[in-house]
């Protein structure tokens, strides 16, 4: 390897022309780096600009004005915080959260803006024969999209693809894309991620082996933690992808080392997680029986082969929003296919008003309940926080998630048995109602109904709720952006699927109640104690059953027990019909 490493660099946002020296950082930069490892390499820089076609293709001002309000939705569960509520939004962001909101709602509006960038990149790329693509920012999005559309496949093939500070993982341009990222053919695609970054930025989860994200975390007093070559100079980055490209013995070394620990941390093939809360804060909350159900589903899956070591589980006030999302992180990662995940979770569920586009209440969030949980979205499990770990699983990964709770909240009667679901509070509910002058009396108001003509039209009501306005856990409704002709087209032109979607068992129906039960003087979940009675059934027989056929018989088991819930089971059609394969 004794030639010049050649590299392109693409700029992130605009403005580029404002300090023209932005050119001779980045190659110093790109230089030590790589020369820290090796010293005798050569580095080759060369730049490809794109603001002159941005220039060229102003958005309208309705145009505009839309899908800034859809980017800034998309980062609200996306480390931007609370943007849509009023007195916030797009004013209140840093001058280059704005610009880059722009460009990125820019982008994605024209579709001649985003082919004209493409063949930019692109013959940058074969002019240069550049071995190492960096992109930063707006850059990566642009790389990406040139990656995997057209002769981009071909391009890309055996070289290097650095994206950093970049977007590509934000749900709006994850729409795009049909709500799936896919892999490139490039020989390596390495991934600087800062979790301090702010401007839409979001880890990525790529199913392939070329793909690797590298941790690179700075966070800078006064400024946004975008800058381009603090990314480039962090320390994981010298160790973890500057090696790779610079060549020589100490770089060899390291990578070798590097694939063998990649061997050594593969994951278990069968991992669960089991949530149980009983011990919520307000007394008038507090349940019984979900601490006996995870011991219960516990007992099960071991019984089905999962060993004690890969199942994890977190009860009462320890099963916070932040303490549940770390574990369904652990639970998730490295699942590959053929690998099986099972979530449980036992206790209320509730339905959160949430802020849309135009900082308004325009649909609810189906959400679990957490110990710490407010009726804010920072302290819910909505699915918004959920799908970033399971819609971009390997198809072929089997990802269950089993809710004993209920779907749209509840009211424990007096005497009666328990209700797994909560009410919203009097200053929550107001978001939902309006005063109608005419009759003098508070009414509902009228919430966006769902998307029109997108990819779930058919099974609509499983997605968005009977009447259209619920984002339902599990679903990735936030990902399903474009009208179903576009949805469907751009599927198929990039070759998948659309996101991974798991299999999800409910206790009950989208406007029922999930009770508790008492098997003598021992509280369960109605729910659990029904699939408990199932299981063992099975296991006693050794006979193999579908998921559907498990559904169906919890339901009858819960007739029996005069329970007026309905369990139900949802998820590509082809697994919901299909052996559950840790049973018979």
């Not at 980017?71 to 609200?76: D, H, I």
């Not at 190492?132 to 999005?141: E, R």
């Not at 995997?148 to 693809?161: K, L, M, S, V, Y």
């Not at 399971?390 to 089997?398: A, G, K, N």
Request: with cysteine.
């Amino acid at each position: 390897m004794n030639g010049a490493l050649r590299v392109l660099a693409v700029h992130g946002i605009g403005h580029q022309d404002v300090d023209a020296s932005w050119k001779e950082a980045w190659a110093r930069a790109i230089e030590g780096a790589v020369q820290g490892w090796n010293p005798t390499r050569q580095v080759q820089v060369s730049f490809v600009p794109y603001d002159d076609l941005f220039a060229r293709a102003p958005l309208g001002a309705a145009g505009w004005a839309e899908a800034i309000w859809k980017l800034l939705a998309s980062g609200v569960s996306h480390g931007l915080g609370d943007l849509l509520h009023p007195g916030r939004g797009f004013l209140g962001l840093s001058d280059a959260a704005r610009w880059t909101a722009g460009m990125i709602a820019q982008w994605v509006d024209s579709e001649k803006l985003r082919a004209a960038a493409n063949r930019r990149v692109l013959d940058a790329i074969s002019s240069t024969d550049a071995e190492v693509i960096c992109a930063h920012s707006m850059g990566s999005l642009i790389c990406y999209d040139a990656f995997i559309r057209d002769r981009g496949p071909a391009t890309i093939a055996g070289r290097t693809f650095v994206s950093f500070g970049s977007q590509i993982g934000n749900p709006f341009v994850r729409g795009i894309f049909g709500g799936r990222l896919v892999p490139i053919r490039a020989r390596r695609w390495r991934h600087l991620y800062n979790h301090f970054d702010r401007i839409f930025t979001t880890p990525l989860h790529i199913p392939d082996p070329n793909f690797r994200q590298i941790g690179t975390p700075f966070d800078i007093e006064g400024i946004d933690d975008h800058d381009a070559l603090h990314y480039l100079t962090h320390p994981a980055a010298i160790s973890g992808l500057w090696y790779e490209l610079a060549g020589g013995a100490a770089a060899r070394a390291v990578e070798r080392s590097a694939r063998a620990f990649s061997r050594l941390g593969a994951g278990p093939a069968r991992r669960a997680m089991l949530v149980g809360i009983n011990d919520y804060p307000d007394p008038q909350h507090r349940l019984e029986g979900c601490v006996n159900d995870v011991f219960l589903v516990s007992s099960m899956l071991q019984e089905c082969g999962f060993l004690a070591d890969d199942i994890r589980v977190v009860f009462d006030r320890r099963a916070t929003a932040r303490g549940i999302l770390d574990r369904l992180e652990w639970l998730l990662d490295g699942a590959g296919a053929g690998d099986v995940r099972v979530f449980y979770y036992s206790g209320h569920g509730a339905q959160l008003p949430a802020y849309g586009a135009r900082e308004e209440v325009d649909h609810l969030d189906e959400c679990l309940v957490p110990c710490d949980f407010d009726w804010s979205a920072g302290r819910a499990i909505t699915d918004n926080q959920f799908f970033e770990l399971y819609s971009q699983l390997p198809y072929e990964t089997r990802f269950v998630a089993i809710l004993d709770c209920c779907h749209s909240g509840g009211m424990a009667r007096d005497g009666g048995a328990r209700v797994r679901g909560l009410t919203p509070p009097d200053d929550i509910r107001h978001r939902l109602l309006r005063w109608e002058p005419d009759l003098r009396m508070w009414v509902p108001r009228d919430l966006e109904r769902g998307r029109k003509g997108i990819g779930y039209a058919r099974n609509r009501p499983s997605y968005t709720g009977s009447l259209g306005v619920t984002h339902r856990l599990g679903r990735s409704v936030t990902l399903r952006t474009l009208e179903r002709g576009r949805y469907v087209r751009v599927r198929r032109q990039l070759g998948h699927r659309g996101p991974y979607l798991p299999v999800i068992l409910e206790a009950c129906g989208e406007n029922q109640l999930s009770y508790e039960y008492r098997h003598g003087g021992t509280p369960y979940g109605a729910f659990t104690f029904a699939l408990h009675e199932v299981f063992r059934g099975l296991l006693e027989r050794g006979r193999p059953i579908t998921f559907e056929g498990l559904r169906a018989s919890a339901a009858g088991r819960l007739a029996e027990l005069e329970y007026d819930q309905t369990p139900t089971v949802v998820g590509p059609r082809a697994i919901v019909e299909s052996r559950i394969p840790w049973i018979g």
